[in-house]
T-cell receptor, first 113, second 112 residues
Framework: DARVTQTPRHKVTEMGQEVTMRCQPI?????VFWYRQTMMQGLELLAY????????DSGMPKDRFSAEMPDATLATLKIQPSEPRDSAVYFC???????????FGPGTRLTVT | AQKVTQAQTEISVVEKEDVTLDCVYE???????LFWYKQPPSGELVFLIR??????QNEISGRYSWNFQKSTSSFNFTITASQVVDSAVYFC?????????FGKGTRLHILP
């Protein structure tokens, strides 16, 4: 039963610290998505990659967020420096593009104090 | 502009009742895709259904059914004979060529 995995599941950090979240997409999927979920904004697309190339990161605050896909089995989302307003659940999903269904990981719950 | 509206923020029904979750969308594109996802208390979003803009056929899958009407820009989701395990937040989503947007979700409580 193939699943998207994310680490860590929970992260508590202090403002100003660097945070790195990792995602292992389902083998064979060519598109990887990063989302952020908050009570106020709901579920927002931050960035996505197709065949490891970034296609759109317009949803990300550029000055502090960065997303990469060093290889087909690993996607990373980094926040440096973190701020309290970054507190949210960050989801990774994989699939075959925006027009197809996506398979979500369990999320990383980030708390920045 | 692209928009998805789920006007019902929270619904409570008693087990075995039928319930319909509404989804209204806005788009200028003629080619687009609509989705429903379920987010149970465990937190992970689960894909339920996908529809493209050229396929208005309604779909039934067990107790779940979907009504897609382009004339009213709606893609509603009905659960028949609801069960406690259906309690979750349900999201409708719209994707176009290069973007996807999710509605705010409807939290569904099925009371035993």
């Amino acid at each position: 039963d193939a699943r998207v995995t994310q680490t860590p599941r929970h992260k508590v950090t202090e403002m100003g610290q660097e945070v790195t979240m990792r995602c292992q997409p389902i083998l064979g999927h060519n598109t990887v998505f990063w989302y952020r979920q908050t009570m106020m904004q709901g579920l927002e697309l931050l960035a996505y990659f197709r065949n490891r190339a970034p296609l759109d990161d317009s949803g990300m605050p550029k000055d502090r967020f960065s997303a990469e896909m060093p290889d087909a089995t690993l996607a990373t989302l980094k926040i440096q420096p973190s701020e309290p307003r970054d507190s949210a659940v960050y989801f990774c999903a994989s699939g075959f593009g925006l027009s197809r269904e996506q398979y979500f990981g369990p999320g990383t719950r980030l708390t920045v104090t | 502009a692209q928009k998805v509206t789920q006007a019902q923020t929270e619904i409570s029904v008693v087990e075995k009742e039928d319930v319909t979750l509404d989804c209204v969308y806005e788009t200028r594109d003629t080619t687009y895709y609509l989705f429903w996802y379920k987010q149970p208390p465990s937190g992970e979003l689960v894909f339920l259904i996908r529809r493209n803009s050229f396929d208005e056929q309604n779909e039934i899958s067990g107790r779940y059914s979907w009504n897609f009407q382009k004339s009213t820009s709606s893609f509603n989701f009905t659960i028949t004979a609801s069960q406690v395990v259906d309690s979750a937040v349900y999201f409708c989503a719209l994707s176009e060529e290069d973007k996807i947007i999710f509605g705010k979700g409807t939290r569904l409580h099925i009371l035993p």
